[in-house]
C-alpha cells in the first residue's frame, strides 16, 4: 500500500492536506497512474508530468507540481505529492 500526503500551496500556506492510500506497491513506472489517482481524489486537474518529478519521488520520497506545470488553470501555487513511509 502506498500512503500519498497531498498539500496544496497558496503564498507559502497549505490550503488543503490530504493523506491518500493507494493500494498498490511503488514502482517509478506506475508515478503517472499516482499523480492522476491522487488528483482525482482531490478534484483537481492533473499536472503534467516529466522525468524530474518521478525521479524526485523515487529518490527523495517528494514532487513538487508548480502551477505552470498544470495546462488548466489551479486555484493554487503548488501541489506537492510526498509518500508517507511509516517507521
Known sequence: MVRIWAKTIQEEKITRSEIIEIDDNYHSGKFGG?????????DIPTPLVIYSHKFN???FNIA??????FVETVDFDMLVLENAIES
Open 34 to 42: 499516482f499523480v492522476m489517482t491522487v488528483c482525482d481524489r482531490l
Open 57 to 59: 519521488f523515487t529518490n
Open 64 to 69: 513538487r507540481f508548480r502551477a505552470e506545470d
